[in-house]
C-alpha cells in the first residue's frame, strides 16, 4: 500500500504523456482539429448585434455568399496576433468576414475593435458562450469556412496566419464558391 | 565557414555528453576514482563547445549571414544590432542553443565550484546533466539545426516579429532558460541522490543555491516578459493566464515550493523524499513548458512554428528523463529513511503547509492549463477556460498562503509556540486593520474584495517586518545593538524578509490595478482635450516619421493636472513593412502610486485617431515587488554562497533557534 504512493507520480505522468503522443501520432495538426461540425448546418441562434452601427448574426445571415466566421474576445491575446490578417481581408474585400464576440464584456469589446479596427461585416454577440458550445469552439481565436447553405466546412483554431489564408482557406473558399454556383 | 564550425562544435559537444553521462556513473558505481574525474574535463568541454556554437550563431546574426536560413528567417540587414543579438534566441533554433548553453553552463559551475562535493554524488551529478545535454543537443542536430544553409541566399531576410523587438524581451528568454534549466541542477542532485541513495542535509545545503539562483532568475524572467506584455502589447493588462504564461508560473511555483521545502531537508533532515519529487516535477513542469510552446498543443501568442515531429522528439524526451527518474524514484524512495516525526505547530510543520498549498495551487494552474485539451480530448465535450476560472480557482488557494506566510517565520523549528507567534502578531494585525481602513477611506465604497486584498497584503508586511524587527531587537534595543544585529543577521535572512515584503507589495498592485483600473477610449482629432482621473491629455499632434526598419505614427499628448503641465506622452503606433505588421508602442507616466498608460490606434487626419488612456492605480507596485523578491533571492544567493564554500557544521547557525541537522536527524522508524 505504502509503495503505490511512490509509484503515483509515475502513473500519473504516465497517463500525461500519453494524453500528448495521442494527437502527435495520429498526425493531428493541433491548428486543424477535425470539428464533428464540418458538414452539419451551423447551428445559429440569433445572436444581438455587439455594435449598434453594425447588424448582428442570424440563422439566414450564413447563406447566400461562402464566408468566415471568426470568434473573438477581447481578452484573447493570439486575437490581437491575428488581427492585422483580419484588417487586411476585410480590406482586400475577398471573402466577407463574420465576427462572434464570445465570452466578452461588449464595452470591452467594442473599445477593443475602435482601438485595433473593426474588420467584420456583422458581429453577433455571443454573452454567456452558448454558441460557442454549439459551434465546437476550445480556444480563441477560431475561424471556421461557413458555405453558401451555411454549412461549416473548415474549422481552424489558434491565430490564423497569412500562410494558412492564402494556401488553405482562400482555395477552400473559392471552390466553395463554384461548386454552388 | 563559421556556421559550419558552430555545426561541428555542437557535434562535438554531442559527443562530449555522451562521455560526460556515461563513464563518471560507470566510474561511480565501480568506485573507480579515474573514471569519476573525467566528468569535470567533459564537463567544461562540453561548454566550451557550446560556446562556440552559440557564438557562431551570433555571428551569422550580426554580420547578417542570410545564407543561412535561420538568419534569412529571423533577421533583417537594417534591424537595430540589439535585436540582431536579441533574434539568435527569438526563434525556435536559436532557443534551444541558448537552452543547452545555460545547461552546459550549470554543469560547468559544478565541475568548476564543486570540489567539496563527495566525488561520487559529483560525478552522478555531472553524469545526469550530461544526459539531459545529449537530449538537447540531439535534439538540435536531428530536428532543429540553425546553422542549414540557404542557396542562394536572399539579399535581405524576413525580420524578427515585430513585437519580439524590444529591450524587455530581448532579455526575457535569456533570464527565463536560467530558470526553467537552472531546476535542471536541483533535477540532476534529485537523480544522483536517488542512484545513491542518500540524502542527508550536505545534500540540501547544495541543492538549495541552485535552486535559489534559477527561482531568482525565473522570477527575474517572468516579470520581464510580464513587462513588456503590459507596455509592448497596448492593451494595459499585465497577466492573461496565457497558456505560455502558466507554463512558465507553474515552475516557478513548484519551484517556490522546493525552495521551501529543501529548507526543511537541510534543518531537520525531514521530507527527503517529497523534496526529491518536488525536484523531479518542477524540472518536469519546465520541459513541459518547453514542450508546449514547440509542440503546438496550446496555442498562444507565443507559439513557435509548429511540428510535430519536434513534438514528439520533446515529448520523448521528457518521457525519458522524467518518466525514468520517477521510476527510480519508486524504486529507492520507499527505501529512503525517514526523517523525525514533526509537530504541525513548528517551523517546519508551516513549511509543510506552505508546500502542500503551493503543491494545489500549482495543480490549480496546471489543470486550467490542460483541462480544455483534456475535455475535449475524452468526452468531447467543449469548454473554455480564462481568466475568470484562474481567478475564482487560484486566488483562493493562495489566500491560506499568505496568511501563514506571516505566521511561519515566527513559528520556532521542531516545537512552536502557536499562540506566543499570535501574540507577537498584534502588531500586523493591527497593521492589516488600518491598511484596510485606509484604503476603504481612499475609495470609499469600493468592492469589499479589494479591501480583503489589501489587508492581506497589510497582514504580510506587518507580520514579515514583525518578525525582522525582533530578530534584531528593534525598539527593544538602543539602535547601535540593533544595527549590529542586522549586520550580524545571516544574508539568508534579509533575502526573506525581502521576499516576503516583496509579494506584499505585488499584491496590492495587483489588486488595486484589477479593482480601480480607469480607461477612456475616444476618438480624437489634434487639438481635443481627454480626461481621466484627474489628469487631462491634449491631443496636440501626429507625426510620421521612418525608423530604421518600420514607419511610424507617433502622438504628442500633453498632460495637465489642476492646470500645471505634468508631462509630454508620445505613443507610437508603428508599421513594420517586411512583416506587414503594426504594433502599438505605448507610452507611459509612472509615478509612484500610478501609470498615466496612452496608447493610439488607428486613424487618419479626417477621422481623427483612437487615443487610448488609462490610469493603473499601483502598477509600479507590482514591478517593485518582483524586484523585491529577485533582490532578495540574490542577497540570500549571496550568503548560500559562502556557506557552500565553507560548509563547517555550525559555524554559520547563529542564532539558537537553528539546531545543527546532526540533532534532527533521529528517525522515527520506518514504517
Known amino acids: 500500500m505504502n509503495r503505490l504512493i511512490y509509484i503515483l507520480p509515475l502513473l500519473l505522468f504516465a497517463g500525461l504523456a500519453a494524453y500528448f503522443a495521442t494527437p502527435i501520432l495520429q498526425g493531428k495538426n493541433p491548428h486543424t482539429l477535425p470539428s464533428a461540425m464540418i458538414d452539419k448546418p451551423a447551428p445559429l441562434r440569433p445572436l444581438e448585434p455587439l455594435l449598434s452601427s453594425k447588424p448582428g448574426l442570424g440563422p439566414t445571415s450564413l447563406t447566400g455568399d461562402v464566408q468566415l466566421v471568426n470568434f473573438f474576445a477581447s481578452w484573447c491575446g493570439p486575437c490581437r496576433v491575428e488581427h492585422p490578417l483580419l484588417m487586411q481581408i476585410a480590406a482586400a474585400k475577398t471573402v466577407p468576414l463574420y465576427g462572434v464576440n464570445y465570452k466578452d464584456a461588449p464595452e470591452a469589446a467594442v473599445n477593443w475593435l475602435a482601438q485595433l479596427g473593426d474588420p467584420f461585416e456583422r458581429i453577433g454577440r455571443d454573452g454567456d458562450g452558448r454558441t460557442g458550445i454549439e459551434w465546437g469552439v476550445y480556444g480563441l481565436p477560431e475561424t471556421y469556412v461557413v458555405d453558401r447553405a451555411g454549412r461549416i466546412q473548415y474549422r481552424h483554431v489558434g491565430p490564423l496566419s497569412r500562410q494558412t489564408f492564402e494556401e488553405t482557406i482562400m482555395p477552400l473558399v473559392n471552390r466553395l464558391r463554384e461548386q454552388n454556383e | ?7 561541428y562544435a555542437l557535434a562535438l559537444a554531442l559527443c562530449v555528453a555522451v562521455v560526460q553521462s556515461t563513464l563518471p556513473m560507470i566510474g561511480a558505481a565501480r568506485n573507480d576514482t579515474v573514471l569519476m574525474r573525467l566528468a569535470q574535463p ?19 546574426y550580426v554580420t547578417s549571414d542570410f545564407s543561412i536560413i535561420n538568419v534569412a528567417q529571423n533577421s533583417h540587414s537594417l534591424k537595430p544590432m540589439l535585436y540582431k543579438v536579441s ?6 533554433e536559436g532557443s534551444m542553443i541558448l537552452w543547452v548553453l545555460i545547461l552546459s553552463l550549470f554543469g560547468f559551475a559544478v565541475a568548476a565550484f564543486g570540489n567539496n562535493l563527495p566525488p561520487s554524488l559529483r560525478a552522478r551529478v555531472l553524469s545526469v546533466q ?19 544553409r540557404l542557396d542562394p541566399a536572399p539579399l535581405d531576410g524576413n525580420d524578427l516579429n515585430p513585437l519580439l523587438q524590444d529591450p524587455g524581451l530581448a532579455f526575457h528568454p535569456p533570464m527565463l532558460y536560467l530558470g526553467y534549466v537552472g531546476f535542471s541542477m536541483a533535477f540532476s542532485f534529485a537523480v544522483a541522490a536517488l542512484i545513491e541513495g542518500r540524502v542527508d542535509p550536505a545534500w540540501a545545503r547544495w541543492v538549495r543555491p541552485w535552486t535559489l539562483a534559477a527561482w531568482t532568475a525565473l522570477t527575474g524572467g517572468i516579470t520581464l516578459g510580464s513587462w513588456w506584455a503590459y507596455y509592448e502589447l497596448g492593451w494595459g493588462g499585465w497577466w492573461y493566464w496565457d497558456p505560455v504564461e502558466n507554463a512558465s508560473f507553474m515552475p516557478w511555483l513548484a519551484g517556490t515550493a522546493l525552495l521551501h521545502s529543501a529548507i526543511v531537508v537541510e534543518k531537520r533532515d525531514a521530507l527527503k523524499s517529497w523534496t526529491i519529487l518536488l525536484a523531479i516535477i518542477t524540472f518536469g513542469l519546465s520541459l513541459m513548458g518547453t514542450f508546449l510552446v514547440r509542440s503546438g498543443v496550446l496555442t498562444s501568442v507565443h507559439t513557435f512554428a509548429v511540428d510535430p515531429e519536434r513534438g514528439l522528439y520533446i515529448l520523448g524526451l521528457m518521457s525519458v528523463a522524467i518518466g525514468g527518474a520517477l521510476i527510480l524514484y519508486a524504486i529507492r524512495a520507499p527505501s529512503m529513511k525517514l526523517g523525525g516525526m514533526f509537530q504541525p505547530v513548528s517551523r517546519e510543520g508551516g513549511l509543510v503547509m506552505n508546500n502542500l498549498l503551493l503543491s494545489v495551487a500549482t495543480a490549480t494552474v496546471f489543470i486550467g492549463t490542460l ?18 476560472f484562474f481567478n475564482a480557482a487560484f486566488v483562493p488557494v493562495m489566500m491560506p498562503v499568505i496568511l501563514l506566510m506571516a505566521v511561519g517565520p515566527l513559528l520556532a523549528w521542531k516545537r512552536g509556540d502557536l499562540p506566543g507567534a499570535m501574540a507577537r502578531l498584534w502588531t500586523a494585525a493591527l497593521f492589516s486593520a488600518a491598511v484596510a481602513a485606509f484604503v476603504w477611506t481612499q475609495h470609499a465604497g469600493t468592492a469589499f474584495g479589494s479591501i480583503i486584498g489589501f489587508a492581506f497584503a497589510g497582514w504580510l508586511a506587518g507580520g514579515t517586518i514583525t518578525e525582522w524587527a525582533a530578530r534584531i531587537a528593534l525598539f527593544r534595543q538602543p539602535l547601535s545593538v540593533s544595527l549590529s544585529r542586522a549586520v550580524g543577521l545571516p544574508r539568508s535572512a ?3 524578509t525581502l521576499a516576503h515584503l516583496g509579494l506584499a507589495i505585488f499584491i496590492c498592485g495587483a489588486v488595486a490595478d484589477s479593482y480601480w483600473r480607469e480607461e477612456v477610449m475616444v476618438n480624437a482629432k489634434p487639438g481635443e482635450t481627454i480626461s481621466i482621473a484627474g489628469y487631462d491629455l491634449t491631443l496636440e499632434s501626429i507625426q510620421h516619421s521612418q525608423g530604421p526598419n518600420y514607419q511610424t505614427e507617433t502622438a504628442r499628448l500633453r498632460v495637465m493636472r489642476n492646470g500645471a503641465e505634468v508631462t509630454i506622452l508620445s505613443p507610437e503606433r508603428r508599421f513594420y513593412p517586411v512583416q506587414q505588421m503594426p504594433t502599438t508602442e505605448a507610452a507611459i507616466h509612472s ?3 500610478a501609470d498615466l498608460y496612452a496608447a493610439i490606434g488607428d486613424g487618419h487626419a ?20 518582483c524586484m523585491f523578491m529577485v533582490v532578495g533571492g540574490l542577497i540570500s544567493l549571496s550568503d548560500r554562497r559562502l556557506r557552500v564554500g565553507a560548509p563547517k557544521r555550525g559555524q554559520n547557525l547563529s542564532s539558537s533557534e537553528t539546531k545543527g541537522p546532526e540533532s534532527a536527524a533521529q528517525p522515527a522508524g520506518a514504517d
Not at chain 2, 565557414?1 to 555545426?7: C, P, Q, R, S, T
Not at chain 2, 550530461?130 to 542549414?148: A, Q, Y
Not at chain 2, 483541462?371 to 475568470?388: E, I, M, N, R
Open chain 2, 1 to 7: 565557414m563559421i556556421a559550419e564550425l558552430g555545426h
Open chain 2, 42 to 60: 567533459a564537463a567544461t568541454a562540453q561548454f566550451l563547445a557550446t560556446v562556440v556554437a552559440f557564438g557562431a550563431l551570433t555571428y551569422g
Open chain 2, 87 to 92: 533574434g539568435v534566441w527569438g526563434n525556435h
Open chain 2, 130 to 148: 550530461g544526459l539531459i545535454g545529449v537530449g538537447f543537443l540531439g535534439f538540435i542536430l536531428l530536428t532543429s539545426n540553425p546553422f542549414e
Open chain 2, 371 to 388: 483541462y480544455p485539451l483534456f475535455l475535449d480530448a475524452t468526452t468531447g465535450q467543449k469548454v473554455s477556460v480564462g481568466p475568470p
Open chain 2, 494 to 496: 534579509h533575502g526573506m
Open chain 2, 591 to 593: 509615478t509612484f502610486l
Open chain 2, 606 to 625: 479626417k477621422a481623427g485617431w483612437t487615443v487610448w488612456v488609462w490610469h493603473n492605480p499601483l502598477v509600479p507596485w507590482i514591478w517593485a515587488g
